[in-house]
């Protein structure tokens, strides 16, 4: 049984995260998706809406379940019973930082593996900042984001 842990702050989930999260969840026998409570980073969702969002879009996922975590990564991990961490790759400019954290996770916990799934070709571009730029500018969102996220998105940048 090998469980995966996909973590970001998904604020708001993306169709770019979904495509990861759909081929993780065709790799592992169980992924959890670990949304991460952080207080720096100034989120334009709570971590309630960002969890309800994340549990409806993965809904037709039978493996996947959505949690929160605080505090270490690896920690959350170990917590969990697994050393997989999944991480999605855009272009060049994600490499250095995860890169960064995916050594600095081995020094922590030299059992935890980091995996990295390459983005799929339309989410390239695709970032939550992005969607939020386009949400503030009226552009349809269908392109971008899950279904049960827009009327939330709309919602929230008014
Ligand atoms: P974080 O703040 O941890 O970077 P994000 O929610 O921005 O959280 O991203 C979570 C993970 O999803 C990261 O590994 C990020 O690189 C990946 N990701 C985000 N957007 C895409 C996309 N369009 N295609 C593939 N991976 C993506």
């Known amino acids: 049984m090998i469980t995966a842990i996909y973590p970001g702050s998904f604020d708001p989930v993306t169709l770019g995260h979904l495509d990861i999260i759909t081929r993780s969840a065709n790799m592992f026998d169980k992924v959890i998706i670990g949304v991460l409570n952080n207080t720096s980073k100034k989120p334009l969702f709570s971590l309630e809406e960002r969890v309800n969002m994340l549990t409806d879009a993965v809904s037709g996922l039978d493996n996947v379940s959505v ?92």
């Open 67 to 158: 949690e929160c975590f605080n505090g270490l990564l690896v920690d959350f991990v170990k917590q969990k019973k697994s050393n997989i961490i999944i991480r999605g790759l855009r272009a060049l400019t994600d490499f250095d930082l995860e890169m960064q954290m995916a050594q600095g996770n081995r020094v922590v916990a030299p059992d935890v593996d980091t995996v990295f799934l390459s983005t799929s070709v339309q989410y390239s571009y695709l970032s939550s900042s992005v969607v939020k730029e386009y949400a503030r500018y009226g552009v349809d969102l269908k392109e971008f984001v899950p279904e049960c996220v827009i009327p939330q998105l709309i919602d929230k940048i008014k």
